[in-house]
């Protein structure tokens, strides 16, 4: 699957992102740097450089994973699984 940033000014297509076959939600962390991308079928979530869309790290977080939500400072994420 992939997804694909929209430029708000001009409603088109920015880039291309190649992410999980089965994503269940895409947030900009609180860095606003990175975007978190829960892949539920791999059971994690993967954490993409913003600025040059490149999978930076991933990160275990059950089956299902999906509806991310950045916690209180921003150390925390919350993921139903």
Known sequence: ????PI????WKIARVMPVAATTAGIVMAPD?????????????????ES????IFR???????AHNLQPRGDGRQLTAAA
């Open 58 to 64: 991933r990160v275990a977080a059950g089956t299902a």
């Open 1 to 4: 699957m992939r997804s694909w």
């Open 32 to 48: 606003n740097r990175h975007l978190l991308v829960a892949n539920m079928g791999e059971g994690v979530v993967q954490v993409v």
């Open 7 to 10: 430029h708000l000014g001009t």
């Open 51 to 54: 600025r040059f869309l490149t």
